[in-house]
């Protein structure tokens, strides 16, 4: 019987004064047990993995120390994608990693801090069979890396590795437990740019035929996720922390 006729029923059975009361009881009890269907649940969507870097009003300085009034402000975001095993990241005791990303002018700023159980900086000469940072930064889009998007650092050692013409500039500081790298941007980027990018970890735990990719994005590996250069992050130079008594300027 339709909802309707059940209401219409009830009401000609009764007195006005008791259909309106008879009627809500009957839509409320029908509204109760009638079946319904259930909204399908959304997809989940793909996971895209963007890095916000803000720009700063005042750079940091390249020194491998962390305590700029820019780093403060910044968004960390964790090394958490394990691409030998193509799986999440689950062995924080071996190696533990963030990074950060701000921008100033035309320059990209990229800070590291790290936890790595078996450390040996620098022991080698081949950069591939030691602990190292790899940086990815696609300017020409194509998604993927190239030996032009690629920056290779290895741990403790100043020195970048590219074939990109792009100034760099990296230093380690805390025992090789924070690192920070800066690029010139081929021109000075708006709000809204984006680029793409991939910073990767490559742990050697004391022999260079063993070692383990840890990365951000759960992208293939070859493939890149973004950078995205937003708004400012206003900061201000008189609240710069001091550590291990060290005390920099902010020029």
């Not at 680029?195 to 035929?209: E, L, V």
């Not at 973004?226 to 060290?246: E, H, M, P, S």
Request: aromatic share 14%; glycine share 4%; charged share 25%.
């Amino acid at each position: 019987m339709e909802l309707w006729s059940i209401c219409s029923e009830y009401y000609s059975v009764t007195k006005r004064g008791k259909g309106l009361l008879y009627l809500t009881t009957t839509l409320l009890i029908l509204l109760v047990v009638e079946p319904t269907f259930s909204a399908p649940t959304p997809q989940k969507e793909e996971k895209g993995f963007i890095y916000k870097a803000e720009r700063v009003s005042i750079a940091p300085v390249v020194d491998g120390y962390l305590d700029d009034p820019a780093w403060k402000k910044a968004k960390p975001e964790k090394l958490q994608w394990n691409f030998s095993k193509k799986q999440p990241w689950n062995q924080p005791v071996d190696f533990d990693g963030l990074f950060a990303s701000v921008w100033h002018s035309d320059l990209l700023y990229i800070a590291v801090k790290l936890e790595d159980n078996y450390l040996l900086p620098n022991k080698k000469k081949d950069v591939f069979k030691q602990d190292h940072l790899e940086i990815h930064l696609d300017f020409n889009k194509e998604e993927k890396k190239s030996d032009q998007s690629q920056y290779l650092i290895a741990t403790g050692n100043q020195q970048v590795q590219q074939k990109s013409p792009l100034e760099t500039l990296a230093a380690w500081g805390n025992n090789y437990k924070s690192f920070e790298f800066r690029l010139s941007l081929p021109s000075k980027p708006s709000v809204g740019d984006e680029t793409y990018f991939g910073i990767f970890y490559h742990d050697f735990d004391g022999n260079d035929k063993f070692h383990q990719t840890v990365g951000w994005s759960e992208t293939s590996t070859d493939r890149l996720a973004k950078l995205a250069f937003t708004k400012t992050i206003t900061v201000d130079a008189n609240q710069k922390a001091v550590q291990w008594g060290r005390i920099k300027s902010l020029y």
